[in-house]
Structure formats: C-alpha cells, structure tokens
C-alpha cells in the first residue's frame, strides 16, 4: 500500500515538475519575444503584428492581440507619417498571406482558402458592428493616400499574376468579401 502512495506522490511531483518548467519555458519564450519586438522601429513592429494579424493559423485572441499592438506602436509614430505606416503594413500583410498561398503544397490550399474566408468573415462582421463613420473614415484615407492605393495594387498583382488560376478560384469567395469591406457600408 505505502509503495502505491509513493508512485501517486512521484507521479504528482513529475507532473507539477513538468508544469513548472513549461510555464518557465513560456515565460522566456514571451520574454524574449517582447524584448526582440521593444527593439525594432515602431513601423517594423507594425508589420510585424500585422503579419501576424493575418496569419488564419493562430488564434482570434491572439491576432486581435497582435492588432492592438499594432495600433500601439502606430501611437509612436508622429502624427503625420502613422497613416502611411498603418496602410504599408496591412497591404503588406494581404499580400505576404497571397504569396504565402501561392507557395503552399497543392494539398495544403483548400483548407488555408477556407481558414482565410472564415478569416475574412469574422472581420466583415466585426467592420459591420462598428459604427458607420469609423469604417467609412478608414476608407476614405486609404482611398486618399497615393502610398495606399500603391501597396493595394501590390497585392492586386500578386493575385492577378502570382497566383495560379486554380488558386484564385479557391480564393474567390475570400477576395468577395475583401471587396465588401472595401465597399461603403451601406
């Protein structure tokens, strides 16, 4: 009996053991991550989170995180230069996530398609739950801004001369719904 109790302890303490050294090993992970980040220029920590916003592979949480700490590094951008940033770095996203596509393995493009329509569904809602100005003042400063409307045509050849006929068809329902959030809400 007392050798049962002795394994049930060993077992416990193997197990806490474990636990223990995988939250240190998170820990310096996050650590590192946060220290890697705090040392790039806040329009490189844009596209940085950016990228990682677009990525359909991680979780909501943690692309909305990445979001957020988007817009805090665009806060130390001086006023006049945030708004370029903001659009280089989000053109830059859609079009990294389309050459990404390109490159992925036949097998692999149908589900990625679908973890991107998902993807841009969730966003539309999120953008039709807003209030009405907000989006439509995004909109209007994207459209406004000659570095925006340049990085947009980026991404537009890569789906027009990157990517296969194949992918663009499992793509389809994803490019639709951009084009409604770069419509004005009705």
Do not use: C
């Not at 197990?15 to 998170?26: D, E, K, R, T």
């Not at 677009?54 to 949480?61: K, T």
């Not at 398609?113 to 841009?120: I, T």
């Not at 807003?130 to 995004?138: D, G, I, V």
């Amino acid at each position: 009996m007392k050798s049962g109790k002795k394994k049930i302890w060993i077992a416990a303490g193997s197990a806490a053991l474990l636990l223990l050294l995988i939250a240190g090993a998170a820990i310096r992970y996050f650590a590192a991550e946060a220290a890697e980040e705090a040392a790039l220029p806040p329009e490189q920590r844009i596209k940085r989170n950016f990228d990682k916003a677009f990525d359909p592979d991680q979780s909501m949480l943690a692309r909305l995180d990445n979001l957020r700490r988007s817009f805090s590094s665009a806060q130390q951008i001086p006023a006049d230069k945030r708004h370029a940033a903001m659009v280089d770095a989000m053109a830059g996203a859609v079009n990294r996530t389309l050459q990404e596509f390109a490159a992925l393995p036949p097998e692999q493009k149908r589900e990625r398609a679908r973890l991107l329509r998902e993807d841009a569904e969730k966003t539309l809602a999120y953008f039709r739950r807003m209030p009405r100005e907000k989006p439509e003042k995004a909109l209007a400063l994207l459209m406004s801004d000659e570095g925006g409307r340049a990085a947009f045509d980026n991404a537009v050849n890569t789906a027009t001369n990157v990517l296969s006929p194949q992918d663009r068809e499992l793509l389809g329902p994803t490019f639709k719904t951009w084009k409604k959030m770069l419509e004005k809400p009705q």
